[in-house]
């Protein structure tokens, strides 16, 4: 981040408040350009919504990405609110409720990815009743996944995606369903990966796994998705992906697979899902000091924010030793003098709220204002924003650095999802009904 960074985050702290969460547009466009130039524009990008789900960055993201990744009625919901249209979303996760498959049916999502033989039958069935015809992909489930990401999701017993013994029966299945019609195969099976040799042997694990199920059961799919893999550095001690020398390494085989696509079926598709990656770096979460006290030899920094609206800061969503995020301090109301190392907590009413550990920050006073770096995905949505009451944050979106007077308040505290909130949506993509939801 650079100093027009801080000066803004100053600035949104002084004019709406702390604690928010900012997020920075220029940002993901810089990310998104990266991926698209690193792999020369031979994936299509799909944003993964559960990593960030707010509207307004909804909204302005369909400028930048092809897809929208969604995991459940309410993203439809909400990405249908943001104005993408429902050809363009994805409907993955592996426990869709039949309302919900229904509800995607019949808003005429473009794709459902099927994670088990049980709910092709499911989905089979719903669509039948409707006399459409519904794409789908289907999830794999790898059976060797390399050492070295943070989130593994294959390789072993998993909810995600059908097992690879399983694959040619349900294929079959699916192939001989007119109702159904198999787009492609999804495989999405690791996450939060910083090295390149562990990303490397992914892609060749996947290719090879697409290339050999498509060859053995005869199939030229359109579609093939690949969950990225990508990685952001949270804490200091960190560094980042060296995306150039990554698809130095991938490219290859990532040319040579596309080829391969393209011969069976000239419309072929490689699309890589992301959310972590294009959203993680761009988004600061700001919390204001109110108090600082001693306790035993430690000095304790207070402050209006905590666990319950960012609890993977807080070491709390797949961490299982607490590190320290990257936090600055952004706002004095005093000239400092000096460095203290402090502990960062929350004002929740339990001693899981904390935020840093013996962090040294420039000395605190009451009405300072701290941020924590690398927030802007699984931040408000993947916390307990409702224990203990409090108001929830506002949320942020910096349409260009160049202009701190583009910072917009985004927040949206509406329920995720709800049958009318449906509803609506329906009968706002049918264009029956212009009321908005």
Not at 57 to 62: C, E, H
Not at 193 to 204: A, W
Not at 304 to 321: C, P, R, Y
Not at 384 to 400: A, C, G, L
Request: some cysteine; charged content about 20%; aromatic content about 8%.
């Amino acid at each position: 981040m650079t100093t027009e960074h801080l000066a803004i985050l100053q600035s949104v702290a002084q004019r709406f408040g702390t604690p928010c969460y900012v997020y920075f547009l220029d940002s993901i466009r810089e990310r998104v350009a990266l991926l698209k130039t690193a792999f020369e524009g031979l994936f299509s990008i799909s944003y993964a919504v559960k990593s960030n789900p707010n509207l307004g960055l909804l909204r302005r993201i369909g400028g930048m990405v092809e897809y929208l990744d969604v995991s459940s009625a309410g993203e439809i919901a909400r990405a249908l609110r943001a104005g993408w249209p429902a050809a363009m979303l994805t409907f993955t996760g592996p426990g869709k409720t039949e309302s919900e498959l229904a509800f995607a049916v019949e808003v005429g999502v473009g794709e459902i990815v099927l994670e088990s033989a049980d709910e092709a039958r499911v989905l089979k069935e719903l669509v039948r009743r409707t006399g459409r015809r519904q794409r789908v992909l289907l999830r794999i489930a790898p059976e060797r996944v390399p050492r070295g990401f943070g989130l593994v999701m294959g390789g072993r017993a998993t909810p995600f995606g059908i097992d690879q013994e399983q694959l040619d029966e349900t294929v079959a299945f699916v192939v001989s369903s007119p109702e159904l019609e198999l787009d492609g195969f999804h495989v999405f099976a690791a996450s939060q990966c910083l090295r390149v040799e562990p990303l490397v042997e992914y892609y060749e694990i996947v290719t090879r796994l697409f290339r050999q199920t498509c060859e053995r059961l005869h199939l030229s799919p359109r579609t093939f998705v690949f969950g990225s893999g990508l990685g952001i550095p949270y804490h200091p001690e960190e560094s980042p992906l060296d995306l150039s020398a990554l698809a130095l390494r991938a490219l290859p085989m990532l040319r040579q697979f596309a080829q391969w696509a393209c011969a069976r079926r000239k419309d072929a598709t490689l699309v890589l899902e992301t959310g972590r990656y294009l959203v993680g770096e761009a988004g600061v979460y700001l919390a204001g000091v109110t108090r600082i006290k001693r306790s035993h030899g430690q000095t304790i920094a207070i402050c209006d924010g905590g666990m319950h609206q960012h609890l993977t800061a807080a070491g709390h969503l797949g961490g299982v030793i607490p590190r320290n995020f990257k936090i600055t301090k952004v706002y004095s109301t005093a000239k400092s003098d000096g460095e203290q190392v402090y502990t960062l907590v929350g004002p929740l009413c339990t001693t899981l709220d904390t935020l840093a550990r013996s962090i040294s920050l420039p000395r605190l006073s009451p009405g300072d204002v701290i941020a924590v770096w690398a927030s802007g995905a699984y931040g408000l949505t993947a916390s307990p924003w409702h224990f203990i009451s409090h108001p929830p944050p506002k949320e942020i979106v910096v349409e260009s650095v160049s202009g701190e007077s583009l910072a917009i308040d985004e927040s949206d505290f509406g329920p995720l999802w709800w049958p009318a909130e449906a509803s609506v949506a329906v009968a706002n993509h049918n264009g029956t009904n212009e009321q908005q939801g």
